[in-house]
C-alpha cells in the first residue's frame, strides 16, 4: 500500500491547474476565430434561452478588445464591490451579467497586453459572486489569442461553442477555433451557422448571400455537433442594438425560436460532455 502514497497531494496545497467556481454547474465560452461572425450575439441571446428555460444563467464578456454586451443587454451601471473585495454581477433581463464594459465605460479600446489580460480574467471568475448557477457562458474576443488560453488556465470549462458563418474565410477560422479548444483539451459542445440564410420578408424567399450547406460540412469533417443555423434576421440586429435581445420574445417568435432549439441542442451537448466526464476528448496528439 505505501508505496501509492507519493500519488496524494500533500494536505493543505492547494492543487495547481484550473479551479472550479464554487456554485456554478457549466461554464461554456464562446469563441470565433475571427470577428464579425455574431459571436455576441449568439452569446447574449442563448444566454436568455436557456434563462427563460428555467436555468440560472450568467453572461460573462470576456470580449476585452469590443465588448459589445452592454449594449445589447441595455445596461451600464457600475458593479458593486460586495464583502471581501467581491465583484457583484449587473442583473439584466433575469441574467447575472458582467461586462469589461463596464469597467471602462466609453469607446476607449483597451490596449492590453498578455499579463494584465491574464489578471483580469482570473478577476472576473474567482472575484466574482456569480452565486449558484447552472450556466455561465462566456463571450470570448475572436480569434484564438492570450484571453481564450488565459481562461482555460483558471477555470475548467465545460465545453466550448464555436460560432461561424456560412462563407469559406469564416469556416477556416472556425476550423482554427476548432484546433485550439481541441490542442488544450476543451470539449466542443459544437458549431453554430450564424448568418446561414437570408428570408425575404416580402416574398419569403430564402436567399443564401454567404453560400450554403459550410457549416454542416465543417462540423462532419470535424466530428463535431452543428447546434444551429441562425438566419440573417434583420430583427436579431435591431433587437440587439436596441439593447433588447430577440429572445427576450420567447419561443414563439419565428425570429426568436432557432435561438430556443440551439440552446436545448447546448443543453443537450453539456449533459453528454458532462456524463463523459470529459473523457471522450482527450486524444492522444
Not at 501509492?4 to 454547474?25: E, F, L, N, Y
Not at 484546433?179 to 424567399?205: A, T, Y
Request: hydrophobic share 40%; with cysteine; proline share 7%.
Amino acid at each position: 500500500m505505501g508505496s501509492h502514497s507519493h500519488m496524494h497531494t500533500p494536505q493543505g496545497q492547494r492543487p495547481a491547474g484550473p479551479q472550479p467556481i464554487p456554485g456554478v454547474d457549466a461554464i461554456i465560452a464562446v469563441g470565433s476565430g475571427k470577428g464579425g461572425v455574431g459571436k455576441t450575439t449568439i452569446s447574449v441571446n442563448l444566454a436568455i434561452a436557456l434563462s427563460k428555460m428555467g436555468y440560472s444563467v450568467g453572461l460573462l464578456d470576456a470580449d476585452v478588445y469590443g465588448p459589445n454586451i452592454p449594449l445589447m443587454m441595455g445596461t451600464s451601471a457600475t458593479p458593486r464591490l460586495v464583502g471581501e473585495n467581491q465583484i457583484e454581477p449587473l442583473e439584466a433581463h433575469g441574467l447575472k451579467v458582467l461586462s469589461v464594459g463596464f469597467l471602462n465605460p466609453g469607446d476607449k479600446p483597451l490596449i492590453w497586453r498578455g499579463p494584465m489580460l491574464h489578471q483580469i480574467i482570473r478577476q472576473f471568475l474567482e472575484q466574482v459572486a456569480w452565486g449558484q448557477l447552472d450556466y455561465l457562458i462566456i463571450d470570448l474576443p475572436p480569434g484564438t489569442g492570450d484571453v481564450a488560453i488565459s481562461l482555460i488556465q483558471t477555470v475548467p470549462l465545460t465545453g466550448a461553442i464555436v460560432v461561424t458563418t456560412p462563407s469559406d474565410v469564416s469556416l477556416q477560422d472556425g476550423r482554427k477555433a476548432i484546433e485550439m479548444f481541441r490542442q488544450v483539451k476543451v470539449d466542443i459542445v459544437g458549431l453554430v451557422e450564424n448568418m446561414s440564410s437570408f428570408v425575404c420578408p416580402h416574398c419569403n424567399q430564402e436567399i443564401d448571400i454567404f453560400s450554403k450547406g459550410g457549416g454542416a460540412r465543417t462540423a462532419e469533417q470535424f466530428g463535431v455537433p452543428l447546434l444551429g443555423q441562425i438566419n440573417l434576421d434583420p430583427d436579431v440586429r435591431q433587437g440587439g442594438d436596441q439593447g433588447k435581445p430577440v429572445t427576450l420574445m420567447g419561443e414563439r417568435s419565428s425570429h426568436a425560436r432557432p435561438f430556443f432549439d440551439f440552446a436545448q441542442k447546448v443543453i443537450d451537448r453539456t449533459q453528454e460532455i458532462k456524463a463523459a466526464g470529459g473523457e471522450d476528448v482527450i486524444q492522444v496528439q
